[in-house]
């Protein structure tokens, strides 16, 4: 179940990276933007890939392995695993 995570890990941390080597943050502070809006901003685009990501792969788990399970219990774990 880790593996599916590996690829938004290793785009997030690739993202804040090159925002750190461009100093993206920087100007966009000398522009107005404050510190709750940037980080709201991270962790709205986060949540929507994580959503995604969980609603694929609890998909095809339903339709495959977890066919007498509490589905939405199944989806809440996957959630907040990711």
Excluded: H, Q
């Excluded at 941390?13 to 522009?31: F, G, P, Q």
């Amino acid at each position: 179940m880790i593996l599916m995570y590996i690829p938004l890990i290793y785009r997030m941390v690739y993202r804040i990276v090159y925002e750190k080597v461009t100093r993206a943050k920087e100007s966009m502070r000398m522009m107005g933007l404050g510190d709750f809006a940037y980080w709201s901003s991270w962790l709205a685009y986060y949540t929507i890939v994580n959503t995604v990501l969980v609603l694929i792969c609890w998909a095809i788990l339903l339709i495959n392995v977890y066919t007498k399970k509490s589905a939405f219990l199944l989806f809440v774990l996957m959630w907040l695993y990711g």
